[in-house]
């Protein structure tokens, strides 16, 4: 499956931004999906994910309560809602995914297909 990360951009702090991740495949509904997010010189970071069947979504603890994910299998599309932004949040964005992961969490090297990144810059 072919991963495509959009949304980035440029906003002030408080500010939100909607992120959106498209698969190219009808199956998509098949694939657990992460969301993660990396900084020059430092490893990419979980930011959130959901379990195939999108039973289960799970957040890294700076994020709880500013950014929610969810996902709409008609148009093969995931979605990262950010609201409250923080310029800690700036940051290359990737979706990844995982072909009938039953975990909304997996480390990076678990997922096995990645988007290309979108950079979301919060000023302050």
């Known amino acids: 499956v072919q991963l495509q990360a959009s949304g980035g951009g440029l906003v002030q702090a408080g500010g939100s931004l909607r992120l959106s991740c498209a698969a190219s495949?009808?199956?998509?509904?098949?694939?657990?999906v992460g969301w993660f997010r990396q900084t020059p010189g430092k490893e990419r970071e979980f930011v959130a994910g959901?379990?195939?069947?999108?039973?289960?979504?799970d957040y890294a603890d700076s994020v709880k309560g500013r950014f929610t994910m969810s996902r709409d299998n008609a148009k093969n599309t995931v979605y990262l809602q950010m609201n409250s932004l923080k310029p800690e949040d700036t940051a290359v964005y990737y979706c990844?995914?995982?072909?009938?992961?039953?975990?909304?969490?997996?480390?990076?090297?678990?997922?096995?297909?990645w988007g290309n990144g979108t950079l979301v810059t919060v000023s302050s």
């Open positions: 495949e009808r199956t998509f509904s098949s694939y657990a």
């Open positions: 990844a995914a995982k072909y009938y992961g039953g975990s909304s969490y997996y480390p990076a090297p678990g997922y096995d297909y």
């Open positions: 959901t379990s195939w069947s999108g039973g289960n979504t």
